[in-house]
C-alpha cells in the first residue's frame, strides 16, 4: 500500500511539473515574442505624449485629432494610435501593434490617476 501511495503522489508531481514546464515555456515564448512590439507602442505613446505637451503650450488644450500630434512614419508600420479622450485639463490615449494582443495606454492631467501615472505608458497583454 505504501509503495502504491508514493508511485501516485511522484506521478502527480512528475505531471504537475510537466505542466509547469509547459506553461513556463509559453509564457516566456510570447513575452518574447511581444517584447519588441511592446516597445515600440511605448515609444510611440511617449512621443504622442510629448506632442500633447508641445500642442496644449500652443493652444491651452490637448487635442483629441491623431494627425495633429502623430505622423506614422516606416517604424511605426503596424502601430495604431487613438486619442480617447481630450480637453482642457488631460488626455488619454492608447496604442496597438499588429502583432501583439495587447495595448498600452497613456495620460496626462485629469486622466491620469494612481494606476495610470502623467506621460508612463501602462500595457494590458491580451488573452488567448
Same mark, same amino acid.
Not at 506632442?51 to 493652444?59: I, P, Q, T, V
Not at 492631467?109 to 494606476?115: E, P, T, Y
Given at each position: 500500500m505504501h509503495k502504491i501511495r508514493t508511485i501516485?503522489?511522484?506521478a502527480v508531481l512528475l505531471v504537475g511539473a510537466i505542466a509547469a514546464l509547459y506553461y513556463g515555456v509559453r509564457w516566456f515564448g510570447r513575452e518574447l515574442? =511581444?517584447? $519588441?512590439? !511592446? *516597445?515600440? !507602442?511605448k515609444t510611440q505613446l511617449r512621443s504622442l505624449a510629448a506632442? /500633447? /505637451? *508641445?500642442? %496644449? %503650450? =500652443? +493652444?491651452l488644450s490637448y487635442t483629441s485629432e491623431? *494627425? %495633429?500630434v502623430w505622423h506614422p512614419s516606416a517604424e511605426t508600420q503596424g502601430i495604431e494610435i487613438g486619442i480617447l479622450e481630450a480637453g482642457a485639463d488631460g488626455f488619454l490615449a492608447e496604442g496597438r501593434h499588429d502583432a501583439w494582443a495587447g495595448r498600452c495606454v497613456i495620460a496626462a @492631467? %485629469? +486622466? *491620469? @490617476? =494612481? +494606476?495610470l501615472p502623467v506621460g508612463e $505608458? !501602462?500595457?494590458h497583454w491580451g488573452r488567448d
Open positions: 501516485v503522489i511522484l515574442h =511581444d517584447k $519588441p512590439y !511592446v *516597445a515600440n !507602442v506632442a /500633447e /505637451e *508641445a500642442y %496644449r %503650450r =500652443d +493652444s491623431v *494627425a %495633429r @492631467g %485629469r +486622466s *491620469a @490617476g =494612481d +494606476s $505608458p !501602462v500595457c
